[in-house]
């Protein structure tokens, strides 16, 4: 099974990247798309609540727990080193039209990087990986641009590009 075209949203914090990805999403899944979610977070997280059941599994030492219910599953897995975005997406992803990711700002993957004059000037994204720029100001770059609200933009180039 081919795995899902993923596509970065990237930019410097405080630009609007979830707020913009949020909408991203609404528009593509408008559209009749599966979406798929990776929020990168190089500093780690936790997601169980100490003092609830799966807490207290990993806690006497499983190395994976599941939490099952009739709508949701969600896998908290012990690792010795961070799973590349590839194999996220093969082990976890397979499913879906399209991936979308938070992050991974320095990884090859194609990205769209959100801009906005009040926080930087400069890109961060290394221009071979860039697809897109939204933003509140131009770039002279030969790549398209799109407004802040332009949503149904970005959606039209990504399906345009990347869904057959």
Not at 38 to 67: C, L, M, N, P
Not at 100 to 109: A, D, F, I, R, V
């Amino acid at each position: 099974m081919k795995l899902p075209p993923v596509i970065s949203v990237v930019g410097k914090s405080g630009v609007g990247k979830t707020v913009f990805l949020e909408k991203l999403i609404a528009e593509l899944k408008g559209r009749g798309l599966r979406i798929g979610t990776v929020k990168h977070d190089v500093h780690g997280f936790e997601i169980d609540q100490s003092g609830k059941d799966s807490w207290r599994h990993a806690q006497a030492g499983s190395d994976t727990v599941v939490i099952s219910s009739p709508r949701k599953v969600a896998v908290i897995k012990r690792l010795e080193e961070e799973l590349s975005l590839d194999d996220l997406v093969a082990r976890y992803l397979r499913d879906v039209d399209l991936v979308l990711t938070e992050g991974y700002k320095s990884g090859p993957k194609m990205k769209i990087e959100v801009s906005r004059r009040e926080r930087s000037q400069q890109l961060i994204s290394a221009p071979q990986h860039l697809i897109a720029i939204v933003s509140d100001h131009s770039f002279d770059m030969s790549v398209p641009h799109f407004d802040l609200d332009d949503v149904a933009g970005v959606a039209d180039l990504i399906v345009e590009r990347f869904l057959p």
